[in-house]
Structures are given as C-alpha cells and as structure tokens.
C-alpha cells in the first residue's frame, strides 16, 4: 500500500505493461467507493470494461503516454514495487494537454496517491512539451469527483461530451448522463 507521502516511483509504459495496466484500470472503475457521488452510477461501474487490445492502441499513439505509478519498497520490505495507479496524458496542440483513463488501485484509494498522479502527470507535460493547460472530463454523475478535480485547481468550462451509451446499452441511465469538461490553465 502506497503511504500518501510520495514515495511512489513513476515511469512511461510500453506496450508489454499492457495487460497489467487493463487489470488496473478495469478494477479502479469498477471498485466501489461509499462516499457519495463518488462513484456514481454503480451500476454502470459494474459493467466497465476495457480490453488489452484498447489499451496498447492507446499505448502505440505518438502524443499520448501512459504514465505508471509504484509503490516505493522499502529497506525493510524486500516485495517488488507494485502497480498503484496509471493515467494517461495526450498533447493536443502546441500548449494543451488532456489527462484521461486515471486510475488509482482500489487498496490505494483515499489515501493521496490520486493526487500525486496528477501532479506528477501535469509536472511531466510542463517539462516534456511545454503545456500550459491541462484538459480533462469526469462523469456528470461523480458529483464528488468532479469536486475533487475543482480543488486541485480544474475549473468547469461549461461543455460537455457525449458519453458513450452504446457499450451500456442493457443498462438504464440517466437520459442527462455526460461527461463534464474541466480545465486548468498554468499560463
């Protein structure tokens, strides 16, 4: 379990983490967190799915990296470093930067290693491609999360993006289910 202090250890991934960062992703969505308007529709976070295949797709782009966070052993704990949480970052444009897929392990949740992932994904964007705004969408139904966002200095831009409806199709979904669209501008 990763302590919150920092002591995480992040490097780029390649197309052989792939099924490790599938396994990742797929169980931080579906974990079920009981604070309010966390999670949202658990119901649909039931049904996540990503496939290995959509991973490396993403993994082979050439402005988008997947950054891997681990768990820092310590002189006392021989056990390997282990995958606590991934996100993946894209350059759009000169200075923008869209954050998306971020997924913290559900036994490392709450405990501040969400956080560091996104300092050290916005830090690793400023120094790699000059960016100075950041992008990214939440679920209109993760109330908790979109506030989450807000205080690490995102703000609404008023827009949304369709969610895609189409893989849930056997689900009953809010008619008014989005994703909202954050910013952050560093400029």
Known sequence: MADGNGNLQFRIATLDDAPQLQHLVQSAFRAHDSRQDWTGDMELASHFRIETEEVMVNLAKP??????????PTDNDKAAAALVASIEVSKRGTDVGRLSMIAVDPSNQRNGVGRQVLAYAEDYC????GITKFSLNA??????LVEWYMRRGY???????AFPR???????????????ELEKDLS
């Open 63 to 72: 402005d988008m990296v997947t950054i891997m966070a681990f768990t820092t």
């Open 126 to 129: 400023r120094k790699t491609w």
């Open 139 to 144: 679920l209109s139904t993760r109330k908790a």
């Open 155 to 161: 703000r609404k831009t008023g827009e949304t993006s």
């Open 166 to 180: 189409e893989r849930f199709s056997n689900l009953a979904l809010p008619e008014d289910m989005c994703f909202i």
